[in-house]
């Protein structure tokens, strides 16, 4: 039977093209009114005092949202702007235009889910259906050839496991029209709010970035063509995927699957077509094979729950990490004193964004090398990458930290053994860290490695124009 009226709440879901959730809703409603309530919560300080939601993410999450309203309204419809606890405003607002119901996706970690329940509750009590879907993940939790508490710990098992036994859905396709109330109903759809509104700053143009990522569906899309098609990148994706420098080396979704500007079976679907009408190989399957990834991270969440937070992991192993602030403050400004971790961090740091291949190498050089919390490091990702992804960031910190569910026990990364295979030439290096631009070749990694004389002649003074290391890797490796 039709609802009268229903709500589609849009959270990580922030796109018209394969959304379940609005499908339904438009199928199930004679109205749909699509909201989005910014929750304050997202904007506090955590404990280490950084932001939750930092300048680059805060300014792509707020292009998503813009990008959304834009393209509800060339459908006819428009997207309501709430700010405020969700569990709260979207019941309020649900009982003053009289919706029969309200739908949204579901999430897997603890605060999301808290916020579900609560919705849940409080619709509940004012007689107000709710019903959410699963939709982040390439392959439907309903289609794993396993219940979720037996999801393998292992992800190659994972990975054969879905490959063999499951099979991925078709994608939704984007609707035509949207039926929104009349102005009597919403007079006002609210007004967006912008990054001065949670405490944060526009993030200043930086020409070293990788690319300028804009957020929204309309912009995933275009880069989506762009790297598969008109650059015809995807065939070299397996060989490329570990660089440093530039747009091209790795396809750069991530931060538009992180809010859900582009799914991962829309993604799929590209991939399937091309090697279809282009070519198939390696490098098209490798694509995919990091989205089971992205899959598998999100399904052992919701396995273990709030371990994945936890300083002992799903493992339950002993604290026994160091908590320097100091030395942890110099990580996450780029000044331990070793160039390719520096960086890694100050790209970070100044764009928002690092390669995957950097990211591994700065959190076990934290981690190994430095000794300190593992949770520290998650939680300034959390704050300063535009692609933060939960699932994914903690779970792969937990891999670095030991206390994931990695068959091996050691994940060390050598830096310098990595910095030869990665940047045998420094140019990464010499790009984020112009103070030591005139060394030579593999000099720029080791500068510590060099006379006196040698570095008086490049123009660099340790602990004067560079720091000092703060461990010494002669001894470490």
């Not at 929750?39 to 813009?66: A, C």
Request: net charge negative; proline share 4%; aromatic share 12%.
């Amino acid at each position: 039977m039709k609802q009268r009226r229903i709500i589609v709440w849009f959270r990580n879901d922030l796109r018209l093209q394969d959304n379940e959730t609005l499908s339904k809703a438009i199928q199930m409603g004679e109205e749909v009114v699509p909201v989005y309530c910014f929750d304050p919560r997202h904007f506090e300080k955590t404990e280490l005092g950084f932001p939750k939601t930092g300048n680059f993410r805060g300014k792509f999450l707020l292009e998503s949202v813009q990008d959304l309203r834009n393209n509800l309204q060339n459908l006819g419809g428009d997207l309501v702007i709430l700010r405020g606890k969700p569990e709260e405003e979207l019941v309020t607002f649900a009982e003053r235009i009289q919706a029969g119901a309200i739908y949204f996706s579901q999430e897997v970690t603890a605060e999301e889910c808290y916020v579900d329940k609560s919705l849940e509750k409080n619709a509940w009590a004012k007689g107000i259906a709710t019903e959410s879907f699963w939709q982040t993940t390439l392959y439907h939790i309903d289609d794993l050839p396993f219940p979720i508490n037996q999801t393998p710990e292992v992800f190659t098992q994972f990975r054969k496991s879905v490959e063999k036994l499951s099979s991925i859905r078709e994608t939704y396709p984007q609707p035509e029209k949207i039926s929104f109330p009349e102005k009597e109903i919403i007079p006002q759809a609210g007004v967006m709010p912008d990054l001065q509104t949670y405490g944060l700053e526009e993030p200043e143009s930086e020409p070293r970035a990788v690319m300028v990522f804009e957020g929204g569906e309309r912009a995933g899309l275009r880069q989506i063509h762009s790297y598969i098609w008109e650059k015809d990148l995807l065939k070299t994706y397996k060989e490329t995927r570990n660089g440093l420098i530039g747009e091209d080396y790795s396809s750069k979704f991530s931060a538009w699957l992180a809010l859900g500007c582009i799914s991962p079976r829309t993604i799929y679907e590209e991939v399937k077509r091309y090697e279809r009408e282009r070519k198939k190989n390696q490098s098209t399957y490798w694509l995919v094979f990091e989205l089971i990834w992205r899959d598998y991270f999100r399904f052992i969440t919701k396995k273990h729950g709030n371990k994945v937070f936890h300083i002992g992991g799903i493992k339950n192993l002993k604290d026994s990490w160091r908590r320097d602030n100091a030395v942890f403050q110099r990580w996450c400004e780029g000044q331990t004193g070793v160039p390719f971790v520096d960086a890694n961090m100050l790209e970070l740091k100044n764009s928002g964004f690092m390669s995957n291949r950097g990211r591994q190498n700065v959190a076990s050089f934290l981690v190994n090398d430095l000794g300190i919390d593992w949770t520290w490091g998650a939680s300034y990702f959390e704050s300063v990458l535009i692609d933060y992804d939960v699932c994914s960031n903690w779970g792969n910190w937990m891999y670095v930290g030991g206390v994931g569910n990695d068959p091996r026990e050691n994940r060390y990364f050598n830096i310098l053994r990595q910095g030869k295979n990665y940047d045998r030439n420094g140019d990464y290096v010499r790009l984020w860290i112009p103070e030591l631009a005139a060394l030579k070749g593999f000099d720029i990694h080791q500068p510590w490695d060099l006379s006196t004389i040698e570095l008086q002649k490049a123009g660099i003074r340790i602990e004067g124009t560079y720091p000092q290391p703060l461990v010494d890797l002669q001894s470490a490796y």
